[in-house]
């Protein structure tokens, strides 16, 4: 008898990858979605729901700018053909992103006709990808002038989060009133779900209630900045509680903080400051996490420090109630106006020691005003 010939192993073809790829852009650019729910394989069910939700997304969104060019081969090809690969995706959300964002994203493909078709979009840690929330599946969208809320959940969670972003608009423009630029945010379902779209490490966002963050790859300077919001722990908060986070996130916006970095303790203590300014809310409420961590411990020597802001950091939400007050006893004694003056100095490149004293307040002068309010507090 003779021998078996071997069976040739299924092999990748980033050829067919590359067009499955094209297809998928042209789909998009001409908001075809029979189109884009022809790229679902059909051993996949699941994939012709999630197309048809992204063409949905690209019309509600109104995404431009959109572009997918294979990059490389992830992992083995399994038995049946399928096999994973990272794209380096761009786009753009018409009328609210300055430039469109780019990242690297995983995509999974299995055979679908004589070629490839698209199964679906992830992340890897190896790949150091993301997925934006677009790409999950059909989102609740809400739109009005100025802002534009994302939400993978129900018409009323982005709805509600519209209002609250309105009012923190107006919120930080009591404030700063010359800021009028658009506002984008998105909320994911699930704080795990918040990792895989900002491409952080799991865990990494569970305990923060929102950030502002660059929506593709932090090194390209002028990608858009988006605020993301943290369901699991948001949806825990009382209103006012909800609305002072979103107010805050918005502080950064204003500040373009992403891209003009300041001392952390001054860059989440003016956020804070502006975020709670007219709440009325009594000490033991705003300092209550700080003046309980001073008595622990007992009253800090210095000011919070990057390392103290990390977001698995013991003790968080103390620290930032600590920069908070000193930015308080900065608007005490310069005035708000002061305040403003010293943030827009030090986010212009000038160290906050040199604005501080410059203004009449030395570091070390704010530093033991600062711990003598903790002190007080702690008695």
């Given at each position: 008898m003779a021998p078996a010939q071997p069976t040739e192993a299924p092999r990748a073809s980033p050829a067919e990858a590359a067009a499955a790829l094209t297809a998928f852009v042209e789909a998009v650019e001409q908001r075809d979605g029979q189109a884009l729910a022809q790229l679902a394989?059909?051993?996949?069910?699941?994939?012709?729901?999630?197309?048809?939700?992204?063409?949905?997304?690209?019309?509600?969104?109104?995404?431009?700018?959109?572009?997918?060019?294979?990059?490389?081969?992830?992992?083995?090809?399994?038995?049946?053909?399928?096999?994973?690969?990272?794209?380096e995706l761009t786009w753009r959300v018409r009328g609210f992103d300055a430039a469109p964002a780019r990242s690297d994203v995983v995509v999974s493909f299995a055979p679908s006709g004589g070629g490839l078709?698209?199964?679906?979009?992830?992340?890897?840690?190896?790949?150091?990808?993301r997925l934006p929330l677009w790409l999950r599946g059909r989102l609740a969208v809400s739109r009005s002038d100025g802002v534009l809320v994302m939400a993978d959940g129900s018409s009323s969670v982005a709805e509600v989060t519209a209002a609250r972003t309105a009012?923190?608009?107006?919120?930080?423009?009591?404030?700063?009133?010359?800021?009028?630029?658009?506002?984008?945010?998105?909320?994911?379902?699930?704080?795990?779900?918040?990792?895989?779209?900002?491409?952080?490490?799991p865990g990494t966002y569970a305990g923060i209630a929102a950030v502002t963050a660059p929506v593709g790859r932090p090194?390209?300077?002028?990608?858009?900045?988006?605020?993301?919001?943290?369901?699991?722990?948001t949806d825990g908060l009382r209103r006012?509680?909800?609305?002072?986070?979103?107010?805050?996130?918005?502080?950064h916006v204003a500040t373009d903080a992403v891209r003009e970095p300041v001392e952390p303790w001054l860059l989440e203590g003016f956020a804070d400051y502006v975020a709670l300014r007219g709440t009325r809310l009594p000490d033991r409420v705003t300092l209550g996490r700080a003046v309980a961590a001073a008595r622990r411990d007992?009253?800090?020597d210095a000011l919070p420090t990057a390392a103290?802001?990390?977001?698995?950091?013991?003790?968080?939400?103390?620290?930032?109630?600590?920069?908070?007050?000193a930015c308080r006893v900065i608007a005490e004694r310069m005035g708000e106006r002061g305040l403003v003056d010293v943030y827009d100095a030090a986010s212009g490149g000038t160290s906050t020691g040199a604005v501080l004293r410059r203004a009449g307040l030395s570091l070390p002068d704010l530093v033991a005003v600062w711990r003598d309010r903790l002190r007080d507090l702690v008695r």
């Amino acid at each position: 008898m003779a021998p078996a010939q071997p069976t040739e192993a299924p092999r990748a073809s980033p050829a067919e990858a590359a067009a499955a790829l094209t297809a998928f852009v042209e789909a998009v650019e001409q908001r075809d979605g029979q189109a884009l729910a022809q790229l679902a394989p059909p051993q996949v069910p699941a994939a012709d729901d999630l197309l048809s939700g992204i063409a949905a997304n690209v019309r509600s969104l109104d995404l431009t700018a959109v572009d997918a060019r294979y990059v490389d081969q992830l992992g083995t090809v399994a038995a049946d053909g399928s096999w994973r690969g990272v794209a380096e995706l761009t786009w753009r959300v018409r009328g609210f992103d300055a430039a469109p964002a780019r990242s690297d994203v995983v995509v999974s493909f299995a055979p679908s006709g004589g070629g490839l078709g698209i199964a679906e979009f992830a992340t890897s840690d190896a790949a150091g990808t993301r997925l934006p929330l677009w790409l999950r599946g059909r989102l609740a969208v809400s739109r009005s002038d100025g802002v534009l809320v994302m939400a993978d959940g129900s018409s009323s969670v982005a709805e509600v989060t519209a209002a609250r972003t309105a009012r923190g608009i107006d919120v930080v423009r009591r404030v700063l009133p010359e800021w009028s630029s658009p506002v984008v945010v998105e909320v994911p379902a699930t704080a795990a779900a918040l990792d895989e779209t900002l491409g952080a490490r799991p865990g990494t966002y569970a305990g923060i209630a929102a950030v502002t963050a660059p929506v593709g790859r932090p090194s390209d300077g002028d990608g858009p900045v988006h605020v993301f919001v943290n369901p699991d722990v948001t949806d825990g908060l009382r209103r006012v509680g909800a609305q002072v986070v979103m107010s805050h996130e918005l502080v950064h916006v204003a500040t373009d903080a992403v891209r003009e970095p300041v001392e952390p303790w001054l860059l989440e203590g003016f956020a804070d400051y502006v975020a709670l300014r007219g709440t009325r809310l009594p000490d033991r409420v705003t300092l209550g996490r700080a003046v309980a961590a001073a008595r622990r411990d007992g009253v800090p020597d210095a000011l919070p420090t990057a390392a103290d802001f990390d977001t698995r950091a013991r003790d968080l939400q103390a620290r930032y109630e600590e920069a908070w007050l000193a930015c308080r006893v900065i608007a005490e004694r310069m005035g708000e106006r002061g305040l403003v003056d010293v943030y827009d100095a030090a986010s212009g490149g000038t160290s906050t020691g040199a604005v501080l004293r410059r203004a009449g307040l030395s570091l070390p002068d704010l530093v033991a005003v600062w711990r003598d309010r903790l002190r007080d507090l702690v008695r």
